[in-house]
């Protein structure tokens, strides 16, 4: 602001100056004609001029006003500005321009105890006298990855003030990473805003958009163009008008972000945001050029398929085979289509992550995943109910050749033998079985091979597979589930009370887990059925043995000596670290 306001009352002081082409040039030429403003016209004068030979700096000011910058900093301010935000900024050297009162007189009779002018000419230079600090302080010392850690503890508002302190910081908190959670403000979806913050330089950070029907303008070219210049992590088109926006411009929108989700809401496709022109474009533009690593396409309209049977078997499976993570969730395909994009799979895919959703499974042809299942590294059919025999035949394969880290199935397991599952299953770190049919046997043989420690799998989800659960036997159980890091049992009933009593028992012994339930979904602790039945001290000891947990008031099933022992050990040694 300082630099704005000397730059434009310069300006206004130079038109009102008087040029005489017979003083001289440059510094001193400048000097004198500041000195008449000051010491004739008594008007407060503070300017900077830059020598071009010397690249020397220097500040002119009358005494009054030089004394008050110099007492406020602004000059030391001012000259690391200078010296972080042009290229040839390290070569400036910023002179002193110090206004010294006189010493005290005891002459009499003579000019010095005139009475002086309020304004004076304080120009005299100093070459000793630097402004900047001769020594960095310990935070300019700082490296840029200690810079960037600090700067990652820190909210966005703060950040917005980090990146205008110097070129240094600018270039560190500028970084994406931390800026993940940079959202387009909610005022942008008035259109008055929408524009002025496209105008500031912060949009340039911005991360993550949602298009959805809650802006009061209908989008078009013209404003998918503040959108286009940026790199976005994130990208949702939801339910919105893209009518008035070409297809281009959203085929490019789409494929210069990281992660894209496409959501349709309608049945209707006049109601979707995009229509099937807008899509192949996509699609078209995903198989050639594509900054996406990861897509998904959903329907979230009960009943209807996301349609995408009107799209060339080629282009999509060039499309899909051109990222990392795919995500098809309640789509309707071709088989043209699946034996398109598997058979382009075998040949080249970037594909490591397949998420196939709330499929039918009679268009789902698991025999079509052999050739490409030792490439994935996830594997999710979610709400995908696969038929026995695709469960076995699926199962099988993976028993030949299996790199996957993550795998979801649902369905009825029982009918496969209990090695078969347990074998493919324990090469598995993440292992999700919800709303599956397991029964106790096949569930022991993975806990036994969990508590041998012969096992991959680290996080297990058994939501809903409750009546399988419920009949392991308590001491097994609670053996294996501490040996994991997450282990999901499902609902608050879904353990027995030996089984509740024992898992927590063990846990006060020392565990692996980090939390109840799965990581990021906490289940609360109060809420279990049988919790209360646990000796008080044991629980204490069993919860902070963990990193993270929750704790409710209302509905609680948890004592009032339960709480007494749990807060009590606050303070002491433990992992719990998120309550």
């Known amino acids: 602001k300082l630099i704005n306001c000397l730059i434009h009352f310069y300006k206004r002081s130079k038109k009102s100056m008087e040029m005489n082409f017979n003083i001289l040039f440059g510094y001193e030429g400048l000097r004198i004609q500041v000195q008449a403003i000051i010491e004739t016209k008594q008007t407060a004068f503070l300017s900077m001029h830059l020598d071009q030979e010397t690249k020397r700096v220097y500040v002119m000011a009358d005494s009054e006003s030089i004394k008050k910058v110099r007492e406020s900093n602004a000059l030391i301010e001012i000259e690391q500005i200078l010296k972080t935000t042009f290229e040839e900024g ?11 009162a006189k010493s005290a007189c005891t002459r009499s009779l003579h000019s010095c105890h005139d009475p002086k002018h309020r304004h004076e000419l304080s120009w005299e230079k100093d070459p000793h006298g630097w402004l900047k600090h001769e020594n960095p302080t310990v935070i300019e010392k700082l490296p840029t990855e200690i810079l960037q850690r600090i700067f990652g503890s820190l909210e966005l508002s703060d950040l917005r003030s980090v990146i205008l302190v110097s070129k240094q910081w600018n270039a560190v908190a500028s970084k994406p990473a931390l800026w993940k959670e940079f959202d387009l403000p909610a005022k942008c979806c008035e259109k008055n805003n929408y524009v002025k913050f496209f105008e500031g330089s912060l949009s340039s950070n911005l991360q993550n958009v949602v298009l959805a029907n809650n802006f009061d303008f209908q989008f078009d070219d013209l404003h998918f163009e503040s959108l286009l210049h940026l790199e976005l992590s994130f990208l949702e088109v939801g339910n919105i008008d893209l009518s008035n926006v070409s297809d281009e411009y959203v085929a490019k929108l789409v494929n210069n972000c990281k992660e894209c989700v496409i959501d349709q809401w309608s049945a209707n496709d006049s109601d979707n945001s995009l229509d099937e022109k807008k899509i192949e474009s996509i699609l078209s533009q995903m198989g050639s050029k594509t900054r996406l690593e990861s897509f998904e396409l959903s329907s979230y309209n009960h009943g209807n398929k996301f349609d995408l049977s ?31 994009i598997f058979a382009t799979m075998v040949v080249y895919s970037k594909v490591k992550h397949l998420y ?30 696969l038929k026995v025999e695709q469960l076995r035949h699926l199962v099988e394969s993976l028993d030949k050749s299996c790199n996957l880290q993550t795998f979801r199935l649902e369905g009825d397991l029982t009918n496969i033998p209990t090695k078969l599952l347990t074998r493919v299953l324990n090469q598995i770190e993440d292992v999700n079985l919800s709303y599956s049919v397991i029964d106790a046997d096949q569930l022991t043989e993975i806990f036994k091979l969990i508590i041998d420690g012969a096992t991959n799998i680290k996080w297990l989800n058994l939501y809903d597979v409750r009546e399988g659960v419920k009949d392991v036997d308590p001491k097994v159980l609670a053996m294996a589930a501490n040996k994991l890091q997450s282990f999901h049992f499902g609902n608050s009933s879904d353990l027995s009370e030996d089984q509740t009593v024992e898992m927590f028992k063990e846990m006060s012994k020392g565990t692996n887990l980090k939390c109840l339930g799965p990581l990021g979904d906490v289940l609360a602790v109060n809420r279990l059925e049988h919790i209360g039945t646990v000796d008080p001290e044991t629980l204490a000891r069993a919860i902070h043995n963990l990193e993270s947990v929750w704790l409710d008031f209302g509905s609680s099933r948890l004592t009032s000596a339960q709480y007494t022992a749990i807060f009590k050990r606050f303070g002491m040694q433990g992992k719990l670290q998120i309550v």
Do not use: R
């Not at 390290?90 to 010294?100: A, C, G, P, R, S």
């Not at 995500?327 to 395909?333: C, D, G, P, R």
């Not at 009679?362 to 590294?377: E, G, I, Q, R, Y």
């Open 90 to 100: 390290k070569k400036l050297n910023l002179y002193d321009q110090k206004y010294e």
């Open 310 to 340: 009107f799209v060339p078997s080629n282009i999509m499976a060039t499309a899909f085979n051109n990222l990392e993570s795919l995500k098809l969730q309640s789509v309707n395909l071709e088989t043209s289509q699946w034996k398109a």
């Open 356 to 385: 196939l959703e709330f499929l039918d499974h009679a268009t789902v042809d698991v025999k079509m995943l052999d050739s490409v299942l030792c490439n994935l590294t996830g594997l999710n059919f979610n709400g995908t109910m």
